[in-house]
């Protein structure tokens, strides 16, 4: 799986910024898609994950506020983010999780086994 991430930039708090990946030799059966990020000196943070049937999956610090979504007809997933806030300043990736199972039922989470990501796009949000 290849990841490209783009859309990174300065914004204002409560403004919005959507970022875009572009994905290629993804396979919807082996793998989730979504986003992580992580600021300087802080852990990696998995913020939103996009199952093959469109189920979303997102971390609380940003559910509400931002949007996975696909366009399958351009191999390109997005995340929309809205009411950004300085906390949200961080290095974003796009990436694809191992999909777990339980019970026969599949589960895709930004807390799944990370199996590839880009390179990443920063995001900065101040003033």
């Known amino acids: 799986v290849t990841l490209v991430e783009s859309g990174g930039g300065s914004v204002q708090p409560g403004g919005s910024l959507a970022l875009s990946c572009v994905v290629s030799?993804?396979?919807?059966?082996?793998?989730?898609l979504g986003w992580f990020r992580q600021a300087p000196g802080n852990e990696p943070l998995g913020i939103a994950a996009?199952?093959?049937?469109?189920?979303?999956n997102y971390a609380d610090a940003v559910r509400g506020r931002f949007t996975v979504s696909i366009d399958s007809a351009k191999n390109t997933l997005y995340l929309q983010m809205n009411s950004v806030k300085p906390e949200d300043s961080a290095m974003y990736y796009c990436?694809?999780?191992?999909?777990?199972?339980?019970?026969?039922?599949?589960?895709?989470?930004?807390?799944?086994?990370?199996?590839?990501r880009g390179q990443g796009t920063l995001v900065t949000v101040s003033s």
């Open positions: 996009l199952d093959s049937d469109g189920r979303t």
């Open positions: 030799g993804y396979n919807a059966r082996d793998y989730c």
């Open positions: 990436a694809a999780y191992t999909p777990r199972f339980r019970g026969g039922t599949r589960f895709c989470t930004p807390f799944n086994i990370l199996n590839a």
